[in-house]
């Protein structure tokens, strides 16, 4: 079935530092991809989406390209804030229009 | 954009009392809304998909009787925790589709509801 991977928490990083958190996926066809973000005591928030090969979804300084030749969709961003710490949930639109979860990555950021 | 809002954002109840959450789309229809629960520093786990006008699906391992959803309009499905254990302590959050789904699946979510049963 369709499932989702991405690196394990948690992700400890200085203010201003580069970030990758990694998502792959395994799916039939070619599914939407998405980073949702959870702000502590919150709910979840879309971040990012990308909806065909090649795509690149970008928003608040993050990025995520769509690569089907490696069935990934790393979340990026070039400096980040402590405001960006959160926990962080790449997901797919499965073929049973269900969404899809990773296990989320928890990321702080230390000023 | 599309918002979802959810009531209460936190309930302690006594252990045997049923709780009820509501789950609203307040500037668009939802034909279906989902049912997540979160346990500490876990991923999302499925419940139940809410169908408008008709029953909801479970996921398998969820109780439809301990979990009662209920999807009485466009705009609202309730979530009822009947007989609430402890062990029904978690975070219940819902989300909603667009209706008519644009095809790429993109869910909405209401805050949350941190459940604390005693």
């Known amino acids: 079935g369709d499932s989702v991977t991405q690196m394990e928490g948690p992700v400890t990083l200085s203010e201003e530092a580069f970030l990758t958190i990694n998502c792959t996926y395994t799916?039939?066809?070619?599914?939407?991809l998405f980073w949702y973000v959870q702000y502590p005591g919150e709910g979840l928030q879309l971040l990012l989406k990308?909806?065909?090969?090649?795509d690149k979804g970008s928003n608040k300084g993050f990025e995520a390209t769509y690569r089907k030749e490696t069935t990934s969709f790393h979340l990026e961003k070039g400096s980040v804030q402590v405001s960006d710490s959160a926990v962080y949930f790449c997901?797919?639109?499965?073929?049973?229009?269900?969404?899809?979860f990773g296990s989320g990555t928890r990321l702080s950021i230390r000023p | 954009g599309a918002v979802v809002s959810q009531h209460p954002s936190r309930v302690i109840c006594k252990s045997g009392t049923s709780v009820k959450i509501e789950c609203r789309s307040l500037?668009?229809?939802?034909?279906?809304m989902f049912w997540y629960r979160q346990f500490p520093k876990q991923s999302l786990m499925l419940m139940a998909t809410?169908?408008?006008?008709?029953?909801?699906?479970?996921e398998q391992g969820v109780e439809k009787d301990k979990f009662l959803i209920n999807h009485a309009s466009l705009t609202l499905s309730t979530l009822t925790v009947t007989s609430a254990h402890p062990e029904d302590s978690s975070f219940y959050i819902c989300?909603?589709?667009?209706?008519?789904?644009?095809?790429?699946?993109?869910?909405?979510f209401g805050e949350g509801s941190r459940l604390t049963v005693l």
């Open positions: 799916a039939t066809g070619y599914p939407s």
């Open positions: 997901a797919l639109y499965s073929s049973a229009s269900k969404i899809i």
């Open positions: 989300s909603a589709r667009l209706a008519p789904d644009e095809g790429t699946g993109e869910l909405f």
């Open positions: 809410s169908n408008e006008g008709s029953k909801a699906t479970y």
């Open positions: 500037d668009f229809q939802a034909t279906t």
């Open positions: 990308a909806t065909k090969a090649d």
